[in-house]
């Protein structure tokens, strides 16, 4: 099972509409992040959030990172098409020390 | 500045051949790691490391050996390759430790597409 969780696998929406992404585990994490990675590219870094309860925005994406620190979400308002891509969220468990772990990933596809 | 470089860029190989995949990375970085990426899912970790000498296993580390001989070099090896091997492996690497807490970036190289026939 993976160690991180995220939903849902797929998403294909319209320009203009809004939309969530989740990231749940059951256990702890020091802190999480969001990657997104375009086609025939690595992962780049949009985000990590460190306290429970944290919000944070990067211009219309929001993240919150849940208040046990096992969960996490990533809201896109009025989505668009340079939007798409694959999106993942990363994280280290509080027992873990450095063992950098990623979820199954969101493929999002906004359709203009 | 060059950060992540994997090499090579891709590969395909016969079942039973060996090969070594090389990851250097030019930012004083502390911790490396290696994934596999399939497709419809997300990075699995393979191996990885927290400095020069020192390496650890990761989710899915069966086929395949690791080295880090120097800090800024991290080194996969697949000793008999599968068809079950064949992937997009990726390279990564951060900072021990960053300036507010929490997790420092990790910075990924471009890739290495591996067929395995």
């Known amino acids: 099972t993976q160690l991180l969780e995220q939903s849902p696998q797929f998403l294909s929406i319209q320009e203009g509409e809004n939309l969530t992404v989740y990231c749940n585990s059951s256990s702890v994490f020091s802190s999480l992040q969001w990657y997104r990675q375009e086609p025939g590219e690595g992962p780049v870094l949009l985000v990590t959030?460190?306290?429970?309860?944290e919000v944070k925005k990067l211009k219309r994406l929001t993240f919150q990172f849940g208040d046990a620190r096992k969960d996490s979400s990533l809201h896109i308002t009025a989505a668009q098409p340079g939007d798409t891509g694959l999106y993942l969220c990363?994280?280290?468990?509080?027992?873990?020390?450095?063992?950098?772990?990623f979820g199954e990933g969101t493929q999002l596809t906004v359709n203009p | 500045n060059a950060g992540v470089t994997q090499t090579p860029k891709f590969r395909v190989l016969k079942t039973g051949q060996s090969m070594t995949l090389l990851c250097a990375q030019d930012?004083?970085?502390?911790?490396m790691y290696w994934y596999r990426q399939d497709p419809g899912m997300g990075l699995r970790l393979i191996h990885y490391s927290v400095g020069e000498g020192t390496t650890a296993k990761g989710e899915v580390p069966d086929g395949y050996n690791v080295s880090r001989l120097k800090k800024q070099n991290f080194l996969l090896g697949l000793e008999s390759a599968a068809p079950s091997q064949t992937s997009v492996y990726f390279c990564?690497?951060?900072?021990?430790?960053?300036?507010?807490?929490?997790?420092?970036?990790?910075?990924f190289g471009q890739g290495t597409r591996l067929t395995v026939v």
């Open positions: 990564a690497s951060r900072r021990f430790r960053g300036n507010r807490g929490g997790l420092t970036e990790a910075f």
């Open positions: 930012m004083n970085h502390e911790y």
């Open positions: 959030v460190v306290t429970g309860g």
């Open positions: 990363a994280g280290v468990r509080e027992t873990s020390g450095s063992r950098l772990t």
